[in-house]
């Protein structure tokens, strides 16, 4: 193809039609190139097809909408795309990609993957928001270092820390509430984890009374009081423990 088989018609000083040009844009070669211009010259917009791999180019350097369907039924499908081969690809680079419907479905025949470095968030982050989430599957797996739901599977890195030990799963549980209501960095109780931890090597009076010591969080620490920890975490029996409190209260005082 040479420029002498090249074709212009313009049609005032805002629209043209051009074919069979030898000029390459960024797409490569044009078959055809359809443009037109502001006014002012400030905003472009073109429709192009290109040789080589057979590009066919919707450029617009402002806002671009297509409307469809106002004569649909609303059980019809009003606006088709199709890709027969290949992938579908849609990119914000510097913005957000938001759908928005009475109901949206993600149909996937094979996976369906949600990706994202930071967070995926899933529901509305006021409390009542979201009324429900549902999870159907017949295996469902989980992988966490923390986290309320890593607690409850006990997938959670308190668990596993304790795994293999003689330390019965409902005391890491016990332990494991404290997490989300304690004073330290993460929100962890030192006294749940402390009375887990001595549970572990020195039985449940030991664990009762690291328990009491290090999370006291300003309570009670007399003699008296650990006595009565001691005495019922040993005997089952509150009664004992307060028996215990009162004799030790009474040498003390």
Do not use: W
Not at 29 to 39: A, D, E, L, Q, W
Not at 128 to 137: C, D, M, P, S, Y
Not at 187 to 209: D, E, M, N, R, W
Not at 224 to 250: H, Q
Request: charged residues 20%; proline residues 3%.
């Amino acid at each position: 193809m040479n420029q002498e088989s090249r074709e212009i018609k313009t049609f005032g000083p805002q629209f043209l039609i051009e074919t069979g040009t030898n000029r390459v844009g960024h797409a490569g070669k044009s078959v055809y190139f359809i443009g037109g211009v502001t006014k002012k010259g400030d905003v472009k917009n073109n429709i192009s097809f290109h040789e080589g791999k057979g590009l066919a180019r919707y450029y617009t350097e402002k806002e671009f909408q297509v409307e469809c369907g106002i004569k649909c039924a609303e059980s019809e499908n009003s606006y088709r795309t199709i890709v027969h081969k290949g992938n579908y690809c849609v990119n914000a680079d510097k913005g957000e990609i938001r759908l928005k419907g009475k109901t949206i479905i993600i149909e996937a025949a094979d996976e369906l993957h949600l990706l994202a470095t930071n967070k995926i968030q899933i529901g509305y982050p006021e409390p009542g928001g979201t009324k429900e989430i549902l999870l159907n599957a017949d295996i469902v797996h989980c992988e966490t270092k923390g986290g309320n739901i890593g607690d409850l599977l006990k997938k959670s890195s308190l668990f596993a820390s304790f795994a293999g030990s003689f330390v019965p799963g409902a005391s890491i549980a016990a332990a494991a509430a404290g997490m989300y209501g304690g004073a330290t960095p993460g929100g962890f109780s030192l006294g749940s984890i402390a009375q887990v931890a001595a549970t572990a090597y020195g039985g449940p009076v030991a664990g009762a009374l690291a328990g009491q010591l290090v999370g006291g969080g300003g309570g009670d620490l007399s003699l008296g009081s650990l006595a009565n920890t001691a005495a019922t975490a040993y005997t089952g029996n509150p009664l004992i423990g307060n028996v215990a409190e009162s004799a030790v209260n009474e040498v003390t005082n």
